[in-house]
């Protein structure tokens, strides 16, 4: 079925999708109120022969109608391809098919220039959506405490959530990067205790290490630098008399170790907030007090208790232990508390997976406070394998034997460690092949994609001053079509990472984008014998670099406009 061109005035390219979902809701008629909205967005097929724009609601009417699904998809195509042109698609839509039950929109010759024209003007701002009413959205992730450098999964942590608020922002939401710093307990007694055994070793005064106490080098170097800049009569004073200097020290040596890196990495956080400030601030006094307050709290075998287990969470949680000490729990949850206070519409946690338990008593806990816990989305991080040679590199932070992020950074360089660690979603354990990052070869698919970015920018370097003005519709190949098609995708990428919270669908949509230019380049001569063919097969390719250098600049990762 080939629409011909009747309205006057056809959508704008951002309208598109919308315009389509509320043509499929008029197709499906008084049905529709039953079901989900989701059920109504068009996604991109996995199998271009499927078309532009793919949607399989018709599945869900096989068994009330008691019909194959192909039957309902042909119904529902006749449908949107009659109504077209009162939801001013008649001239974006060449056909509709009801292929294996699926509705699938193969967009016109029109349609695909259109696209084209959409990516070439609008540059750097192709696939940004702006919006009036801005969601304020809270992202804290990597939160790593200021015991040691960053691990390797901590950079993860560090690349999933940068790159994540970058796809927000690219979508219109007020973002807030958030890093929740653990300066203070037992963790950091435990480092003042281990710099300050190492600074009695430099002098000479060497005694028992504490069996769990931090055992890295680092640990030394801390000493050192302590050494270097108080001098040795701390050898003198009692742990009592020395600790809080130690402790002190060290935290802020670190935390400074810590920024440095992330400032290497491209990182830089709005808000940095201390557990410190949480407790001096009366806060945990606060958050106690309201769950009190609310019946959620109660004494037994001398401790002081949340009672959890009546909003979720499958026990019961300490808040304040015998010996009068407070839980990690008690300033968690007066932070969340602090967060709600601040206004915003959605809190995004980002946590390792060794905090996967932790989910369900926070949940609670807002609950507990009154507090809309559905604005809390807590999400894990899953761990990270490198190997070298084909063989595990071992990572063990309190031995001592373990790889910093820094250290990756350094061998593999900021592109290829921002781009591997997106390349799964963040709840999959990520395996990081360090000479497969090194390597400059169409298997690593950094240098792919970057190669592809400078081969056109080379291209485009020498382009004739006498061309002709573009003719676009000229642009009829099937390579380049696809080269189009594929640009039209890019938005949709954005859009469906955004509401999924997941980046790494940039990362498969940017490896795609740049196999379809090569085999643009294989099959199809951008300098011919035609002028004019030669102008716009340029013109495709431009629009064919902004798709890349826009993907690869929302990931952190340079566009090399020489390789």
């Known amino acids: ?13 951002d309208q598109l999708e919308a ?7 008029i197709v499906v008629g008084e049905a529709a109120d039953t079901l989900e909205a989701g059920l109504f967005r068009w ?27 192909v039957q309902i998809a042909q119904e529902f195509s006749d449908a949107i391809m009659a109504k077209a042109p009162e939801f001013g698609l008649a001239a974006w839509i060449d056909r509709v098919e009801p292929k294996a039950g699926y509705l699938n929109v193969f967009l016109s010759q029109w349609g695909l220039l259109e696209v084209m024209q959409a990516v070439l ?8 959506q702006k919006i009036d009413t801005a969601q304020k959205v809270c992202i804290e992730f990597l939160s790593a405490n200021p015991t040691g450098p960053l691990s390797v999964a901590h950079g993860r942590q560090a690349a999933v959530g940068d790159i994540l608020c970058r796809l927000l922002r690219s979508q219109g939401y007020d973002v807030t990067a958030e890093y929740y710093l653990n300066d203070e307990g037992r963790q950091i007694e435990q480092l003042g205790r281990s710099v300050r055994l190492r600074y009695l070793e430099l002098l000479g005064k060497e005694q028992p290490f504490l069996e769990d106490g931090y055992h890295g080098e680092y640990i030394i170097d801390v000493a050192k630098e302590f050494r270097k800049e108080q001098g040795d009569g701390f050898g003198e004073q009692t742990e009592a008399e020395s600790l809080p200097a130690f ?5 802020e040596y670190l935390l400074a170790w810590i920024r440095r890196d992330l400032e290497f990495f491209g990182l830089n956080f709005d808000e940095w907030s201390s557990q410190e400030w949480v407790r001096t601030s009366g806060r945990i006094d606060q958050a106690l007090g309201e769950l009190e307050k609310q019946g959620a709290m109660f004494e037994e075998d001398n401790a002081l208790w949340f009672a959890s287990s009546r909003f979720g969470d499958d026990k019961d949680r300490v808040i304040r232990k015998q010996d009068g000490d407070l839980t990690y729990l008690a300033p968690d949850i007066a932070y969340h508390q602090w967060k709600y206070e601040r206004g915003y519409d959605q809190l995004i946690n980002l946590w390792g997976p060794d905090h996967h338990g932790y989910i369900a008593r926070m949940k609670a806990a807002m609950q507990a406070l009154k507090l809309d816990a559905e604005k809390l989305n807590i999400r894990i991080v899953q761990l990270v394998t490198l190997t070298r040679d084909g063989q595990p590199v071992r990572m063990s932070k309190r031995a001592g034997e373990f790889v910093t992020f820094r250290e990756i950074l350094e061998e593999v360089g900021v592109d290829a460690t921002r781009f591997f660690y997106v390349q799964r979603t963040m709840e999959s ?8 990052a090194k390597s400059q070869s169409a298997e690593n698919p950094v240098y792919y994609i970057q190669y592809a970015h400078a081969r056109i920018c080379s291209i485009l370097s020498k382009t004739p001053d006498d061309l002709p003005k573009p003719d676009l519709s000229l642009l009829t190949a099937p390579e380049e079509r696809q080269l189009i098609r594929t640009l039209l995708h890019y938005p949709m990428v954005l859009r469906t990472c955004a509401i999924a ?17 090569h085999v643009f380049y294989t099959r199809q001569r951008v ?33 090399p406009q020489k390789m």
């Open 1 to 13: 079925m080939t629409q011909s061109v009747s309205e006057p005035t056809p959508i704008a390219l």
């Open 19 to 25: 315009q389509l979902s509320k043509l499929l809701r």
């Open 43 to 69: 996604s991109i097929p996995k199998d271009p022969t499927f078309g532009d724009l793919s949607n399989p609601l018709p599945f869900r009417f096989a068994s009330q109608r008691k019909c194959a699904p």
């Open 121 to 128: 003007s609008r540059g750097e701002g192709y696939g940004v």
């Open 247 to 251: 402790m002190k020290f060290s935290r």
């Open 429 to 436: 354990h990520l395996d990081f092949d360090l000479d497969l």
């Open 501 to 517: 919270l997941e980046p790494h669908g940039v990362t498969t949509y940017l490896r795609k984008l740049a196999e379809t230019l």
């Open 527 to 559: 300098f011919g014998d035609d002028p004019a063919m030669t102008a716009a097969r340029l013109e495709l390719i431009k629009a064919a670099r902004i798709g890349l250098a826009n993907g690869l600049g929302l990931l952190g990762v340079s566009a």
